[in-house]
């Protein structure tokens, strides 16, 4: 089974902070994700990366960086924190097959910014 | 702009029927489909993926795919109260593309 583990899964913050949120995807995939979601927008994709170091900015990046020094892992950074990114933020990671790109998801993590 | 199409329901269907879910998308190019169930407060979770027209069964799960007519479908037979959640349709871009766009899902109510 695929394996994606965000290790945060419920935060509170305070506004301003700078916030980390990691995840670690264990099935040697080349591409990981951050998305977040948000009641009535959907999932909206802040960040991808396809490669060690790579980066590729998604639809909403204003606000958030990412980084990637080793395959399995994808971190999330909120610089300064604001109160319209409290969601649920998801990671995922994904492979090409037969399908395409096939994309799974870790657990989810719960920001609240106060 | 791709945009991925669900009716966001409640779709109820009682238990033991065949609950049907829709999702049409506007990028002509799009070769891959998924399905993915999502229960409250919990992420979504890969049930499904189609990229060939007609049909594709597993379990109790049907998915259909019509590239002409740009419209994938979800069946779920014999519906069970643990089959109620949101169900998000993704579609994936041309070869090569990394992103997928989802559809904001249709809610399913299995009534006992």
């Known amino acids: 089974d695929v394996k994606v583990t965000q290790s945060s899964r419920y935060l509170v913050k305070r506004t301003g902070e700078k916030v980390f949120l990691e995840c670690v995807q264990d099935?040697?995939?080349?591409?990981m994700f951050w998305y977040r979601q948000d009641p009535g927008l959907g999932l909206r994709l802040i960040y991808f990366?396809?490669?060690?170091?790579?980066?590729e900015k998604g639809d909403i990046p204003e606000g958030y960086s990412v980084s990637r020094e080793k395959k399995e892992r994808f971190s999330l950074i909120l610089e300064s924190a604001s109160t319209n990114q409290t969601s649920m933020y998801l990671c995922?990671?994904?492979?090409?097959?037969?399908?395409?790109?096939?994309?799974?998801f870790g657990e989810g993590s719960w920001l609240t910014v106060v | 702009q791709k945009e991925v199409e669900q009716n966001s329901g409640p779709l109820s269907v009682p238990e033991g029927a065949i609950a049907s879910l829709n999702c049409t998308y506007s990028?002509?190019?799009?070769?891959?489909f998924f399905w993915y169930r999502q229960y409250s407060g919990k992420s979504p979770e890969l049930i499904m993926s189609?990229?060939?027209?007609g049909d594709k069964e597993d379990g109790r799960f049907t998915a259909q795919l019509n590239k002409a007519s740009q419209y994938v479908s979800l069946l779920i037979r014999d519906s069970q109260p643990s089959d109620s959640a949101t169900y998000l349709c993704?579609?994936?871009?041309?070869?090569?593309?990394?992103?997928?766009?989802f559809g904001k899902g249709t809610k399913l109510s299995v009534i006992p």
């Open positions: 990028d002509r190019g799009s070769q891959s």
């Open positions: 993704a579609v994936s871009g041309g070869a090569g593309s990394y992103q997928l766009t």
């Open positions: 189609i990229y060939s027209n």
């Open positions: 990366s396809y490669d060690v170091k790579m980066k």
């Open positions: 995922a990671s994904s492979f090409w097959g037969a399908a395409g790109n096939t994309i799974y």
């Open positions: 099935m040697d995939h080349e591409n």
